[in-house]
């Protein structure tokens, strides 16, 4: 069965410091990963694709990157206005267009 | 990126009534749209897949005759809880594909009485 697990559930951080976030996935075979950025009482706002192992994508002070079983997303020096649920999804390569999110990571920083 | 709008943000109604969200792509056509739902520090539930001119596909568990889902043009889905009861308070998400991505309404927080 197609399943993203997303680790750590929250994350409490001070402003400047880096951390990961993890998405592990299982999938019959991978049409793509994306990360979503989501703010309280709003809809997901995209923030990468990646499509393949060993592929990266930056934006900002966020970076992710792709293994054949897991996603990073990378912060580095994080400001308060980070803070967000950061969501992973998966879309398998099974014939439909669902994409499988996981429960993803509450990320508070502090100033 | 695609820009997905979606209306109203929030609605409160009594119980036994019902409430039509509308779900719009303003910049591009969209085939197929999705409707989700999620519950407080949980992630989305796809609730159903709306293809433009054919009956939407729900998720095992989500009563169709409930969650009614029509999408009569490529800019325009919508999704009627008909018969709202307090249980079915939540926030409501629809999205869009364009180029193989999937871009968010800014969601509806339903809440029944």
């Known amino acids: 069965e197609d399943q993203v697990t997303q680790s750590p559930e929250a994350l409490r951080l001070q402003e400047g410091e880096s951390s990961s976030l993890n998405c592990s996935y299982t999938?019959?075979?991978?049409?793509?990963l994306f990360w979503y950025r989501q703010d309280p009482g709003k809809g997901p706002e995209f923030l990468f694709t990646?499509?393949?192992a060993g592929e990266e994508k930056e934006k900002e002070r966020l970076k992710a990157t792709l293994t054949k079983k897991e996603s990073f997303l990378h912060i580095t020096a994080p400001k308060p206005e980070d803070s967000a649920t950061y969501l992973c999804?998966?879309?398998?390569?099974?014939?439909?267009?669902?994409?499988?999110f996981g429960t993803g990571t509450r990320l508070k920083v502090l100033a | 990126g695609a820009v997905v709008s979606q209306h109203p943000s929030r609605v409160i109604c009594k119980s036994g009534t019902s409430v039509k969200i509308e779900c719009r792509s303003l910049?591009?056509?969209?085939?197929?749209m999705f409707w989700y739902r999620q519950f407080p520090k949980q992630s989305l539930m796809l609730m159903a897949t709306?293809?433009?001119?054919?009956?939407?596909?729900?998720e095992q568990g989500v009563e169709k005759d409930k969650f009614l889902i029509n999408h009569a043009s490529l800019t325009l889905s919508t999704l009627t809880v008909t018969s709202a009861h307090p249980e079915d308070s939540s926030f409501y998400i629809c999205?869009?594909?364009?180029?193989?991505?999937?871009?968010f309404g800014s969601g509806t927080q339903l809440s029944v009485l």
């Open positions: 910049d591009f056509q969209a085939t197929t």
């Open positions: 999205s869009a594909l364009q180029a193989g991505k999937l871009f």
């Open positions: 990646l499509y393949s």
């Open positions: 999938v019959s075979g991978l049409r793509g």
């Open positions: 709306s293809n433009e001119g054919s009956k939407a596909t729900y």
């Open positions: 999804a998966v879309q398998a390569t099974s014939g439909t267009y669902k994409y499988i």
